[in-house]
């Protein structure tokens, strides 16, 4: 099943977010809708507060970037409990963006190599070193599961001149071809 994507504002994107147990209810359908979610939408990753859940959960596919990041080739992953260990502190700047900020892509800093431990959907522990666009996109999709979003990590300048356009997705007014869920109104 589609689920409604959380747009910027919502209150539940910025939760720190709960260790999923193996007793979680329903855990394998929600995974299986979250991949759902994503595809629809055309992201490469997706978190579980991203659709209103405050669970450490996160599903990846970036099989699609490979014509121009390689590393993303037949990686398909999902990641419940995710821990990152920064393995080379040096960062690079690449342009991002969010399914909950539709219509904005900032350039962010992150770092190229990273440690990713993990439990799966049956709870078996994995440990893998990744590299380049792939770390990229797991920092960005664990960020959320801390209650972080990649604007956070743009300068105040940036984030001024990009002020009207998180505006409009505050206030309902951004356009979207998936299905979206607004924060709740303020006005
Ligand atoms: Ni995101």
């Excluded at 055309?42 to 099989?63: E, K, S, T």
């Excluded at 439990?119 to 999709?141: C, K, N, T, Y």
């Excluded at 664990?142 to 743009?154: A, F, N, R, S, T």
Aim: aromatic share 6%.
């Amino acid at each position: 099943m589609k689920l409604p994507v959380y747009l910027y504002g919502h209150p539940v994107l910025r939760r720190e977010c709960a260790d999923v147990t193996p007793e979680y209810e329903g855990l394998k359908e929600l995974i299986d809708n979250m991949f759902e979610t994503m595809y629809a939408s055309d992201g490469c990753g997706l978190a579980a507060p991203q659709i209103g859940r405050p669970d450490r959960i996160v599903v990846i596919d970036a099989d699609g970037l490979k014509e121009t990041f390689p590393e993303c080739a037949g990686e398909r992953l999902t990641l419940i409990n995710p821990r990152i260990t920064v393995l080379d502190g040096e960062s690079v700047t690449r342009d991002e963006g969010c399914l909950s900020l539709p219509g904005l892509s900032e350039k962010v800093a992150r770092v190229e190599h990273i440690k990713l431990e993990w439990v799966d959907e049956e709870f078996r522990p994995h440990e893998r070193e990744i590299s380049g666009f792939l770390a990229r996109i797991v920092q960005h999709e664990c960020d959320h599961l801390d209650g972080k979003l990649y604007i956070d990590h743009v300068s105040m300048i940036r984030k001024q001149l990009i002020k009207g356009k998180l505006n409009n997705i505050l206030t309902g007014r951004t356009r979207c071809d998936y299905p979206v869920r607004y924060a709740p109104s303020k006005r």
